[in-house]
């Protein structure tokens, strides 16, 4: 698994992040509900998640309208390849469609996506789209889009242990001075301030492996939505009550 910035790292103490009643620096949500959806409807699975990816197109710019800097999104976890051969088809194909019509509109609205995941299990072609994406759209700085694809927070880790117990094989890092931000250099969010919200829509209450580690003091908000239905003021009402929270990160709050 390769790192996903070879940049200088932001090394945030997780105290630096925006204080409650502020906008969050960086929102990620768990896409999930596309399937019930479909089902309430009669339709096959695969409207949903075509109805699903116009709910990114609305995400996205209820985003940048609210002024949040890095926005992340669960497409396709390292767990959903066990779904059945025709539904990974399907969301493969939309994948490659969605990179094909709307790179050009992000790289507009100057918005930069990045590709956290492993990316090689899409094949040569799609791995090679997302790749020129990327550096298609690495000079823009209105929004930092992370799309998650193939991801999972455990392989995530497990990578990032792998790869400084190389190094330290090697001679290039002495284990003692392995801490919390000199481990968090080897995950694909090196650069990336770690999410205040995490928004999972459907009302499903678990975090399916996404972001174990950056999720660590991050706001978790449950709207009572299927993923297609879920449009600006759902995004705003998320804001609303992320500001309302207290963040404490285990200090006294009087
Ligand atoms: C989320 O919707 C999309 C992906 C996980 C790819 P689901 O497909 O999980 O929809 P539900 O949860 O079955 O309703
Ligand atoms: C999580 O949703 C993954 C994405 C939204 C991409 P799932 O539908 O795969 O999660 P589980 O199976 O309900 O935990
Ligand atoms: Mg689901």
Same mark, same amino acid.
């Given at each position: 698994?390769?790192?996903?910035?070879?940049?200088?790292?932001?090394?945030?103490?997780?105290?630096?992040?925006?204080?409650?009643?502020?906008?969050?620096?960086?929102?990620?949500?768990?896409?999930?509900?596309?399937?019930?959806?479909?089902?309430? %409807?009669?339709?096959? #699975?695969?409207?949903?998640?075509? =109805?699903?990816?116009?709910?990114? *197109?609305?995400? @996205? !710019? +209820? &985003?940048?309208?609210?002024?949040?800097?890095?926005?992340?999104?669960?497409?396709?976890?390292?767990?959903?390849?066990?779904?059945?051969?025709?539904?990974?088809?399907?969301?493969?194909?939309?994948?490659?469609?969605?990179?094909?019509?709307?790179?050009?509109?992000?790289?507009?609205?100057?918005?930069?996506?990045?590709?956290?995941?492993?990316?090689?299990?899409?094949?040569?072609?799609?791995?090679?789209?997302?790749?020129?994406?990327?550096?298609?759209? %690495?000079?823009?700085? #209105?929004?930092?889009?992370?799309? =998650?694809?193939?991801?999972?927070? *455990?392989?995530? @880790? !497990? +990578? &990032?242990?792998?790869?400084?117990?190389?190094?330290?094989?090697?001679?290039?890092?002495?284990?003692?001075?392995?801490?919390?931000?000199?481990?968090?250099?080897?995950?694909?969010?090196?650069?990336?301030?770690?999410?205040?919200?995490?928004?999972?829509?459907?009302?499903?209450?678990?975090?399916?492996?996404?972001?174990?580690?950056?999720?660590?003091?991050?706001?978790?908000?449950?709207?009572?939505?299927?993923?297609?239905?879920?449009?600006?003021?759902?995004?705003?009402?998320?804001?609303?009550?992320?500001?309302?929270?207290?963040?404490?990160?285990?200090?006294?709050?009087?």
């Amino acid at each position: 698994m390769s790192r996903l910035a070879p940049e200088p790292v932001l090394a945030e103490a997780p105290n630096a992040s925006p204080a409650a009643g502020a906008v969050p620096r960086h929102v990620a949500i768990i896409m999930d509900g596309n399937g019930r959806w479909a089902a309430r %409807r009669h339709l096959p #699975r695969v409207a949903g998640h075509r =109805a699903g990816a116009k709910a990114v *197109r609305r995400t @996205i !710019a +209820a &985003a940048i309208d609210h002024g949040v800097a890095w926005l992340t999104l669960f497409a396709f976890s390292s767990e959903n390849w066990r779904r059945p051969e025709g539904e990974v088809a399907d969301l493969t194909g939309l994948l490659r469609q969605y990179l094909r019509t709307e790179v050009a509109e992000l790289h507009r609205e100057r918005v930069r996506l990045r590709i956290i995941g492993d990316r090689s299990r899409f094949g040569p072609e799609i791995t090679r789209e997302l790749s020129e994406a990327e550096a298609l759209t %690495r000079g823009n700085d #209105r929004l930092q889009l992370i799309v =998650a694809l193939s991801y999972g927070g *455990r392989s995530e @880790i !497990a +990578a &990032a242990a792998r790869a400084i117990a190389e190094a330290a094989a090697a001679g290039r890092i002495d284990p003692a001075t392995i801490d919390e931000t000199s481990f968090g250099r080897f995950l694909f969010t090196a650069d990336v301030p770690d999410p205040d919200l995490i928004i999972r829509t459907s009302g499903e209450y678990r975090v399916s492996n996404f972001l174990l580690w950056q999720s660590a003091y991050a706001e978790f908000v449950f709207p009572e939505i299927l993923w297609p239905d879920f449009n600006a003021k759902h995004f705003e009402e998320a804001l609303a009550e992320f500001a309302r929270r207290d963040r404490r990160y285990g200090a006294r709050s009087d």
